[in-house]
């Protein structure tokens, strides 16, 4: 069997570089081991976990309708029903994937591709039947095999109870008492899920903060919120040892822990994850790959192969949807022959959605100081907004990076209510490479939360009326 072009890797990296080639009038196959278009972000990721932490906002929603003099039962959890709910919503999201495919003449082949050499992939079988075809030659391929959980070998025992985010998603049972190991988003993201459903959650984290490498401004509030939701947070501290206990698991602890050993009814593993590129056949291909696993590409996703390029987890951080997608269509573009087309964003925006949420874009405090590049910040918090007191969401701040001889936005973040949909404003400041002053004079909608990126902008320049605050940018 022959394809101009095969796509490894149905993901959102994946379908978008197949799509946008096909559109761009190349004949694409695009093969992926799934029997289902979408890839972890879709079957086990992004999506069902939005889902849940949709739930896990409802039921919050109203517990916290008591402050407002309205008090609703305790909810009544029916876990099949939810598990089914969240199904649907994979199942309605793959089923368009496969349509689109077929409206675009793309050709899905359910296997596992595995290279023989620069042009040729060994298409194994992944599912009850065989593959069309055994071998697949190609001109071109685009790499886009993802990530998956880092597995810590001490951790690694068989049962059940100790699971990885995909199990949890499955949401097998609401665990008494949960132990989360890591303090990263998937921990923090389904660690809300649980604790709302019910579980006593605890969370391991090794380094001295939560998510670490997020500003520390922006994970404040979080934290505090958690003290309050979780059973415990520990920081400095390692998970050094797992025991099957049956009915729970015996925990063994170093550093600033709990103590030396503690049981669990369940534990959640969320210590990162790593690109997929072992067991692919590289070594019989030129693609480089460095010491973490990551595939070498360059700014138009071309590998050290001229036959292939790579998008997404696989080569690179950050490893989010949507930066992949991204890359996908620049992928398909310099294929298609567009010279110019270069992946060079000024802001990709990254979101942990907790509650409060944050969310961020461009350059943070923390990297202008490691560059060592003079930057102003200023911020606003949101218990002067009007919309913040009437949700009782006041907790939140909205921050800005400046440059301060061009006055240009650079970075934002958020901590609050909905900052995965406020930032979307931010990175459309950055990328057009808008002044402190174009976000201050853009009217912002009253009352709503995205006036505090506006107001953010009147403290720099110290024409901030809703708080009293004349121009106090702080150096960074
Ligand atoms: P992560 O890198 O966000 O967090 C892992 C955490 O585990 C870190 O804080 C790390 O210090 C800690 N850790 C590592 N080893 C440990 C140990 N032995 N004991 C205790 N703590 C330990 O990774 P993740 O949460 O697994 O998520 C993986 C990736 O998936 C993310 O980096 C992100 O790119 C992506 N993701 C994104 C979203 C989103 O966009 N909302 C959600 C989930 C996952």
């Known amino acids: 069997m022959e394809t101009q072009l095969v796509v490894l890797g149905g993901g959102p990296g994946g379908y978008a570089a197949a799509f946008m080639a096909a559109d761009l009038g190349l004949q694409v196959t695009l093969v992926d081991a799934e029997p289902r278009l979408g890839g972890a972000c879709l079957l086990r ?8 932490l949709h739930v896990a906002k409802v039921i919050a929603d109203a517990r ?15 876990l ?38 620069s042009q040729t992939l060994r298409l194994e079988q992944a599912g009850d039947k065989p593959p069309a075809a055994d071998r697949l030659r190609f001109q071109h391929c685009i790499l886009a095999t993802g990530s998956s959980p880092t597995r810590l070998p001490a951790l690694a025992i068989p049962t059940a109870r100790a699971m990885d985010s995909t199990a949890a998603l499955d949401l097998p049972e609401v665990p008494e008492s949960l132990l989360v190991i890591g303090g990263g988003y998937i921990g923090l993201e389904m660690g809300t899920v649980y604790a709302v459903l019910g579980s006593r959650v605890s969370v391991v984290e090794m380094t001295d903060g939560l998510l670490p490498g997020v500003d520390r401004d922006l994970v404040k509030p979080l934290h505090k919120r958690l003290e309050k939701d979780f059973a415990a947070i520990w920081l400095n501290a390692k998970v050094v040892a797992m025991a099957d206990k049956k009915d729970s698991i015996e925990v063994t602890f170093e550093g600033q822990g709990p103590g030396t050993t503690e049981r669990f009814s369940r534990v959640l593993v969320a210590v990162g994850r790593r690109p997929n590129s072992a067991g692919l056949g590289l070594e019989h291909t030129k693609v480089q790959v460095d010491s973490r696993g990551f595939v070498m590409v360059d700014p138009q996703r071309r590998t050290a192969d001229p036959h292939i390029l790579a998008i997404g987890d696989v080569a690179s951080e950050p490893m989010l949807a949507h930066k992949a997608a991204h890359e996908g269509k620049i992928a398909a573009e310099v294929l298609a022959g567009h010279e110019a087309a270069v992946f060079s964003p000024r802001a990709i925006p990254a979101v942990v959605f907790t509650d409060p949420e944050i969310a961020w874009a461009g350059l943070t405090e923390a990297e202008a100081k490691k560059e060592g590049r003079a930057v102003e910040v200023a911020q606003f918090p949101w218990a002067a907004s009007g919309r913040a007191q009437s949700v009782g969401r006041t907790e939140g701040l909205t ?3 400046i440059d301060p001889e061009s006055r240009c936005v650079l970075g934002c973040g958020i901590v609050g209510a909905g900052a995965g949909e406020l930032i979307a404003e931010a990175v459309l400041a950055i990328e057009m490479g808008a002044t402190v002053e174009d976000v201050a004079q853009s009217i912002h909608p009253h009352p709503t939360l995205s006036e505090t990126l506006g107001f953010s902008a009147e403290v720099y320049l110290g024409t901030a009326t809703d708080i009293y605050r004349p121009r106090t940018a702080r150096k960074a």
């Open 45 to 52: 990721g992004c999506i069902p976990s939005k889902a849940l």
């Open 64 to 78: 916290h309708a008591a402050d407002w003099g309205v008090a609703f039962a305790a909810p009544k959890i029916d």
């Open 80 to 117: 099949d029903a939810m598990r089914a709910r969240k199904e649907k919503v994979i199942a309605a999201l793959s089923g368009g994937l496969a349509q689109l495919a077929k409206r675009r003449s793309v050709q899905v082949i359910r296997a596992r591709g595995v290279f023989e050499d």
């Open 399 to 401: 921050k800005w990076v």
